[in-house]
């Protein structure tokens, strides 16, 4: 036990404490058969990432979950580790090559990724250390990188083995492309948004009709050049006599059919689509159907190839968007530009619009959809808000009615390199994928590789991720230790994460499980997929947002750096606040107010357990029971202590339920108002009249120390730093116990028990009673603030009581006198004149205003209110008299005009009786 400071220093004790649990292995998980395991994979965050404050909300949330099943007694695991994070990290090195003048392709596909290496050394243990400054209690000990050798053999494993049962082909397919990044992108690596833009008219002349003109309306007049036919729905009667004939492209002029297609929308623009198979996917798919030539006219940097013929060669496409239209109307063929509005995609990584293109790319069918989908449909796979469910059904719903592919290859050098090699001297186009002569796919590579050529792309980033719950535990060669470790702690617990990547990464995770954790099966009944799934409960988190509810980012100025916020408020108050605000699902408006909040809750927790260390010794022995030992003679506590110890099992419970709905906000918000509110505001200041009282000292000290000791464990998961210098300090360590997450947590039950036990149980009527005193002591502050007269303690109440509470006052006069800080408070037999009141359980309270106040100043305060509220009569009753208002407004503002009328005059009728009771005064 140490003296605890004056005030608490949370940069010292936070730095101490990490440090020692980290030496002491406190954060170990390992295997315990005769305990239940909990298991959480951390959302591995990108290698090339800094901590902001989603990580925050995010990472202290697992923290409290993998604490708390520490306090229950399991085995827990929380396992760390950073992802290869591909675009984002090789996007990175390329920038700092640029600004050296050299680029990727003059060092070569090695050495590149040498360079890639070097980087992820210097930088990819940042965030980590970051997370430790924020108490993460991960095992650190198992920390791992997606491309650390296993972890690579296992993504490999898996694409070997999906290719083998036919879920992975190659294939000619539009894609998503980055420009930038120049790599193919999954739909869910686009971002969707709102663009102003135009929309151009522009006509094709008839060749078989000189002189007339099919309109065409378009977005992308950049794309003309590609254009290969003009398509018309079949059933429109405006051009079913033109199909099978002719029209001019533009330029570079060439003639091009006219054809009808089911696909064309009658109703956008002309009804006339331009057909640019190589630049959008409903074209692709016409032009496949109607065999059409493909003529790509872009380079893979966005910008015009030779195609495109001049002046477009080499021009950007913003650029070649305006010059096609110029040209458009220099040749007479652009009829009117108007300004349109539509959704355009982004990638994700690189911030600029994608490119439908046409590449060969690596797929994948999606596998074990149903099984996925009924996951949650059974009750298997939980999540938290439930609503997340729909979004989830929705999106597998979507992939297997729509046929929807994953697009899993990436032209990039830094990620996973496909396991494929081709035989050399093949040329591209006579390769047999099916032909094991001409391509081998293996994880080990061809038997003899000096004639074979590895395929140049990497996996898609998700395409390894997705195997994070498992791949970590030694899948697919796990042995001895590892195979024990993954038996056990699969499937995991809790999987924290935000809305925005449930299909990228949640159900890619579940479909990955289903498909790999067990025996290769077409179809799994439903004790097999409860067994398979990655985990078991998904908490979905929100955006968070500014005050003013916009998104958080650098260039706005309105994102905090969080280790600036712990150096100012602390870990435990950055963590205490931000779950304070955080219901789940649900966006967050965030407010360095609300941390302060944290910190302050964090310095009174220290000051109400120096209060009691300052009180005297806690005793030898810190374990409940021992605690409880210290009371002889239970009929020593008071009212006080029973009502103080009902409210403890009380907020203990209160705390199971909100874990139990994780409704984690909740669960700051009862131990706030428990320990600040109930414990510090009212007990703590009833029980410093008995601490100087040798007699009655024992007792109140007892339960203080009985209180905070479960507040404390209570507290942990949330607020470990404190709650643990507090712990020691206090003197609760006990037995073979280290540090506070060696202890065990009661819980509600437990209490009761214990409590029934040692002092023969919790009485209510006590309980009952303190509450109506509370109640009673509110009033009367309330009653003295509204009159001004707060801080003054030579203020006399009078009560008129109910019969049954006559013993009660009288039993705790004193306290009364006391917390509300009065002279005196008389019992009457009627209600005394001009007085004002207060309504309680316990009787009705009479501010004696003649001994308090100013008579005459508060005179003139009333009436000058008075003359404000007859003013606002006059108001309502004139609107609720204007037939106008009657027959315009909606009901609700009736209503609502008609209770306010009637609250002003509730309020001015008061007035007039306190001014004449003032009256008989003076």
């Not at 998980?29 to 989603?54: F, K, Q, R, S, W």
């Not at 909300?57 to 604490?67: E, G, K, S, V, Y």
């Not at 198979?277 to 409903?282: G, K, N, S």
């Not at 705790?812 to 800080?821: D, F, P, V």
Request: aromatic letters at 10%; one cysteine or more; charged letters at 30%.
């Amino acid at each position: 036990m140490t003296t605890l400071a004056k005030a608490y220093d949370a940069k010292a004790v936070e730095d101490r404490w990490y440090d020692c649990w980290e030496e002491n292995g406190a954060f170990r998980g390992e295997v315990d058969e005769a305990t239940e395991p909990y298991c959480i994979m951390i959302p591995p965050p990108n290698v090339t990432g800094m901590l902001h404050m989603g990580h925050i909300l995010n990472n202290t949330l697992q923290d409290i979950f993998i604490r708390r099943a520490r306090l229950e007694g399991k085995a827990a695991l929380w396992f760390p580790g950073t992802d290869h994070a591909g675009i984002a990290t090789q996007t990175r090195v390329e920038r700092r090559l640029r600004e050296q003048g050299r680029h990727r392709r003059d060092l070569g596909r090695e050495a590149f990724v040498e360079e890639v290496w070097k980087w992820r050394e210097e930088h990819g243990g940042i965030i980590l250390r970051q997370l430790r400054k924020l108490g993460a209690s991960c095992d650190w000990s198992r920390t791992r990188f997606t491309l650390d050798d296993d972890y690579s053999r296992a993504v490999l494993t898996a694409f070997t083995e999906l290719h083998k049962r036919g879920y992975i082909y190659r294939g000619l397919r539009m894609s998503n492309w980055c420009p930038v990044s120049q790599t193919a992108l999954s739909n869910e690596e686009v971002v969707m948004k709102p663009q102003k833009g135009f929309l151009y008219k522009m006509r094709y002349e008839l060749v078989e009709e000189p002189g007339r003109y099919l309109e065409i309306s378009t977005t992308r007049p950049e794309t003309l050049m590609g254009d290969v036919a003009v398509a018309v729905h079949p059933e429109d009667d405006r051009y079913r006599e033109l199909v099978g004939k002719n029209v001019w492209r533009p330029f570079p002029k060439e003639e091009i059919p006219i054809i009808a297609d089911e696909a064309v929308d009658r109703e956008f623009g002309t009804g006339c689509l331009k057909v640019t198979p190589a630049h959008d996917e409903t074209d692709f798919a016409i032009g496949q159907r109607h065999q059409l030539p493909i003529v790509d006219v872009f380079h893979p940097d966005g910008t015009l190839n030779e195609k495109a013929g001049d002046p477009f060669v080499g021009m950007d496409r913003e650029e070649a968007r305006k010059v096609a239209a110029r040209k458009l109307e220099e040749q007479g063929n652009l009829i009117e530009t108007e300004p349109y509005e539509n959704t355009v995609g982004f990638s994700e990584r690189a911030d600029v619009p994608i490119e439908p293109r046409l590449t060969m790319q690596w797929w994948l069918r999606y596998p074990k959809v149903e099984e996925a989908t009924r996951a949650v449909e059974e009750g298997h796979l939980r999540f938290h808000p439930r609503r997340w469910e729909k979004t989830y059904a929705h999106w597998l719903e979507t992939m297997r009615r729509d046929n929807i592919d994953w697009c899993i290859s990436r032209q990039l050098w830094w990620g996973h390199r496909i396991p494929v090699w081709y035989k050399k001297g093949i040329p591209g186009e006579e390769l047999d994928f099916e032909n094991p002569d001409h391509v081998h796919v293996s994880v080990d590579g061809p038997p003899d590789p000096e004639n074979w050529e590895q395929d140049e792309d990497v996996l898609d980033t998700w395409a390894s991720s997705w195997l994070w719950p498992f791949a970590n535990f030694g899948w697919p060669d796990a042995q001895g230790k590892a195979a024990k470790e993954l038996a056990y702690f699969y499937p995991t617990q809790t999987l924290v994460t935000g809305f925005d990547i449930i299909f990228l990464w949640v159900a890619r995770m579940v479909m990955a499980g289903l498909e790999f954790m067990g025996d290769t099966k077409e179809h799994l009944d439903s004790d097999e997929i409860a067994r398979r799934i990655p985990f078991r409960d998904v908490y979905i988190t929100g955006l968070i947002r500014d005050a003013k509810g916009r998104k958080m980012s650098k260039s706005l100025g309105n994102s905090p750096d969080p280790l600036d916020l712990i150096d100012r408020f602390g870990a435990d108050g950055l963590r205490f606040g931000i779950v304070n605000i955080a219901p789940s699902g649900q966006d967050i408006l965030f407010s360095e107010d609300r941390i302060e909040l944290g910190r302050n809750f964090c310095n009174k927790l220290w000051n109400a357990a120096r209060f009691r260390q300052m009180a005297g010794e806690t005793g030898k022995e810190g374990s409940p029971e021992a605690i409880l030992e210290r009371i002889p003679d239970p009929a020593r506590l008071t009212p006080y202590d029973h009502w103080i110890l009902g409210r403890l099992v009380e907020a203990t419970e209160e705390v199971e339920r909100r874990f139990a709905r994780f409704e984690m906000h909740g669960y700051p918000h009862v131990l706030y108002e428990f320990f600040w509110s109930d414990y510090c505001d009212w007990y703590v200041e009833v029980s410093k009249e008995r601490l100087r009282d040798p007699a009655e000292a024992a007792p109140a000290k007892a339960v203080q120390d009985f209180v905070l000791r479960q507040v404390l464990l209570l507290l942990h998961p949330l607020t470990p730093f404190i709650t643990e210098e507090l712990w020691q300090s206090l003197g609760f360590v006990s037995g073979r116990e280290q540090f506070l997450q060696d202890a065990r947590l009661p819980t509600a039950g437990e209490l009761r028990t214990l409590l029934a036990e040692r002092l023969g149980g919790l009485s209510e009527e006590a309980s009952s009673e303190m509450e109506g005193v509370k109640e009673l002591i509110t009033r009367a502050r309330a009653l003295k603030a509204e009159y001004n007269v707060a801080n003054r303690r030579d203020v006399r109440l009078f009560i008129l009581p109910e019969t049954q509470a006559v013993p009660l006052l009288e039993r705790h006069r004193e306290t009364i006198h006391s917390l509300a800080q009065l002279q005196a408070m008389e019992p009457v037999p009627q209600r005394p004149e001009g007085m004002p009141a207060g309504v309680t359980s316990l009787g009705t309270l009479f501010l004696d205003l003649a001994h308090s106040i100013d008579v005459a100043a508060e005179k003139a305060r009333l009436e000058k209110e008075l003359g404000k509220l007859e003013k606002g009569i006059r108001a309502g009753e004139a609107k609720l008299q204007n037939e106008r208002f009657l027959a315009n407004a909606p009901a609700d503002v009736v209503e609502g005009a008609k209770e306010q009328l009637g609250r002003t005059k509730a309020r001015e009728e008061e007035l007039r009786h306190l001014l004449r009771g003032l009256d008989k005064l003076t």
